[in-house]
């Protein structure tokens, strides 16, 4: 049984953070971490370390170009960044000099399924300095009480833990007791996916108006699939267009039985209905304003962003982005694989990463009250 805490502080002396966690731009976790430095950047001096313990423990996260990742590498953050040793000896005198007096706060970021081994380490030695401790772990579909629970004992010193449901949060409480540390919840780090859609590989195209080209590569990177999988997929072209050529085109596609052309203009709510109902979304060149690219932000879906610019001015902060060139259907191919890998997945809205920055820096404004679970004493 449980009971509800009302807890509230103003740590408004925080300045500069470390903040601690996988480091590749190839991978989901990596690309999170970014995302998070970069708001906490905006209200203090950011440390981030990146800590990759084996190149095979992101199996499985790999992704195409992260069009997030390519926003980040445009700009100046005033970031510093350090790499931790893979050597255990060596990491550990790494967080010793990076863990000094003028440090504030040390943040870690946790994955469930990979090694995270070292969170221990680091968080071990921000305590030896006293330095306050804040553990941010992903809640994850196929995340098991069992890789909760054995995660409990690595983040069991830091002073506050975040996960991203409220199930995640229950277990770890009834794992601490009274005595762990403060665990609170934020949607930034749920990835619990999106359920209740069909099986199947479901894939979305939005493309310009009678914009053959960009039809042309879409077609032939869907024509890639081998005839022993195309089964399992389906293929939705949302384009408007003013003569039979468009159609005769998808009608002369190798697949083109499984291929959907709408040429209707859709409201909102269609929008929105369309990409929830689809495993995987692509977008042609959208402009800024773009509704179906909003959309498919909104809907949490991998999108792949079909590009001709070297420069492209959507999709900043959305994890869910991927990159691929519009001119070679191999890529297109590539990029719409790894969406289709992450499909399990809901990714948050760009702005999480500063509503989650806001709780972890109250500089930036004051700290509401907020729920934290603890075992209630029922003596």
Same mark, same amino acid.
């Given at each position: 049984m449980f009971r509800r805490l009302n807890i509230s502080g103003d740590n408004r002396g925080v300045q500069r953070f470390v903040v601690a966690g996988p480091g590749s731009a190839l991978t989901i976790p990596g690309i999170i971490v970014s995302e998070i430095v970069r708001s906490l950047a905006k209200g203090a001096h950011?440390?981030?370390?990146?800590? @990759?313990?084996?190149?095979?423990? !992101?199996? &499985?996260? *790999?992704?195409?170009?992260?069009?997030? #990742?390519?926003?980040?590498?445009q700009t100046s953050d005033g970031v510093i960044r350090r790499r931790a040793p893979v050597n255990a000896r060596l990491r550990s005198q790494t967080f010793h000099d990076l863990l000094g007096p003028d440090v504030n706060a040390a943040l870690a970021y946790a994955w469930p399924g990979i090694d995270n081994s070292w969170i221990r380490q680091f968080i071990r030695t921000a305590n030896s300095r006293r330095i306050p401790t804040t553990v941010l772990c992903a809640s994850l579909p196929k995340s098991s009480t069992a890789q909760v629970s054995s995660l409990s004992e690595i983040m069991s010193f830091a002073d506050r833990i975040f996960v991203g449901e409220p199930s995640d949060a229950t277990a770890l409480a009834t794992t601490y007791g009274s005595?762990?540390?403060v665990v609170e919840i934020h949607g930034a780090?749920?990835?619990? &996916?999106? &359920?209740?859609?069909?099986?199947? *590989?479901?894939?979305?195209?939005?493309l310009p108006k009678d914009n053959r080209e960009s039809l042309a590569t879409l077609l032939a990177a869907f024509d890639a699939i081998p005839?022993?999988?195309?089964?399992?997929?389906?293929?939705?072209? #949302?384009?408007?267009?003013?003569? @039979?050529?468009?159609?005769? !085109?998808?009608?002369?596609?190798?697949? #083109? @039985?499984?291929?959907?052309?709408? &040429?209707?203009? !859709?409201?909102? #709510?269609?929008?929105?209905?369309?990409c929830a109902m689809s495993s995987a979304l692509s977008v042609a060149d959208p402009a800024s304003d773009s509704r179906a690219f909003s959309s498919a932000i909104d809907s949490g879906v991998a999108t792949v962003l079909l590009t001709t610019s070297a420069q492209p001015q959507v999709g900043r902060g959305y994890v869910g982005g991927l990159l691929a060139d519009l001119h070679r259907p191999a890529s297109v191919s590539v990029?719409?694989?790894h969406a289709l890998r992450l499909e399990e997945l809901r990714f948050p809205n760009p702005v999480a990463w500063d509503q989650l920055a806001r709780r972890l820096l109250p500089v930036l404004s004051p700290v509401a009250p907020i729920e934290v679970f603890e075992p209630a004493n029922d003596g």
């Open positions: 950011v440390t981030r370390v990146e800590v @990759d313990l084996s190149s095979n423990q !992101m199996t &499985g996260l *790999h992704r195409a170009p992260s069009l997030s #990742a390519w926003h980040n590498e005595r762990g540390p780090l749920s990835l619990k &996916g999106r &359920g209740g859609r069909l099986g199947g *590989h479901e894939i979305t195209a939005f005839e022993t999988w195309i089964s399992d997929y389906q293929l939705r072209i #949302a384009m408007r267009y003013s003569d @039979d050529s468009i159609s005769e !085109m998808v009608k002369a596609s190798h697949h #083109a @039985d499984r291929v959907a052309l709408i &040429g209707e203009n !859709m409201g909102v #709510a269609e929008l929105e209905e369309l990029a719409l694989s």
